[in-house]
């Protein structure tokens, strides 16, 4: 199993539904999880952190954690053209010591006007 | 604002020049990393570090070097440069438990 895996993409969504970003990890000790999003020619940009368990909501975006399956998501609620961009998830794996990040591979969401 | 900077946005090098890319942080943060990212590969770790003068190997560090003099700045150095160097570089720093904060890019072309 890779260690953090994003399903397949592009996703391609209309404007104002919801879009599902999925990522699953495989270290089950992690305890942070983190959602960056990138925009064609630009760095990554971090845009969600998650802790615990549940759901946490900054605006339009919603993370879910679900340790016991080892899966983590990004929601993003009345989606706009401007969310167009890769969102790569990224968890610290234990074993790799001193705050290093391992990055899924990303998957590139298109919003249509 | 955490603020990360790279000295160069858009680099051109000849093939066996030795080049150095600088990082600067300004928000006091022990670790500093740097990657590569390449189409279809994601986001390569090359080198860290984790305090002054310290440093570990990433995923990719053969061909690379890297420099950590002070807590603030972290330099990348391609000892000769080959057309496989070819990238975008990007740096970042953290301080645990928080995410990683990135700078800008210097996209690199190695001829």
């Known amino acids: 199993q890779k260690e953090v895996e994003q399903n397949s993409g592009p996703l391609s969504v209309p404007e104002g539904a919801i879009a599902s970003l999925n990522c699953t990890y495989s270290d089950r000790v992690s305890q942070s999880f983190f959602w960056y999003r990138q925009y064609s020619g630009k760095s990554p940009e971090l845009i969600m952190s998650?802790?615990?368990?549940g759901d946490k909501e900054d605006g339009r975006f919603t993370a879910q954690l679900n340790k016991a399956s080892q899966y983590v998501s990004l929601l993003i609620r009345d989606s706009q053209p401007s969310d167009s961009a890769t969102y790569l998830c990224?968890?610290?794996?234990?074993?790799?010591?001193?705050?290093?990040?391992?990055f899924g591979k990303g998957i590139t969401l298109s919003v249509r006007p | 604002d955490v603020k990360v900077t790279q000295s160069s946005r858009y680099l051109v090098k000849r093939t066996g020049e030795k080049v150095f890319l600088e990082c600067v942080q300004d928000?006091?943060?022990?670790?500093m990393f740097w990657y590569r990212q390449d189409p279809g590969l994601g986001l390569r770790l090359i080198y860290f570090s984790y305090d002054v003068k310290m440093k570990e190997k990433g995923d990719i560090p053969e061909g690379y070097s890297v420099s950590r003099e002070k807590k603030e700045r972290f330099s990348l150095i391609l000892e000769s440069a080959s057309t496989n160097q070819t990238s975008m570089y990007l740096c970042?720093?953290?301080?645990?438990?928080?995410?990683?904060?990135f700078g800008p890019g210097t996209r690199l072309t190695v001829l």
């Open positions: 998650i802790y615990s368990n």
């Open positions: 990224a968890v610290p794996l234990l074993r790799r010591a001193n705050s290093k990040l391992t």
């Open positions: 970042a720093s953290s301080r645990a438990p928080v995410g990683q904060y």
């Open positions: 928000m006091d943060h022990e670790n």
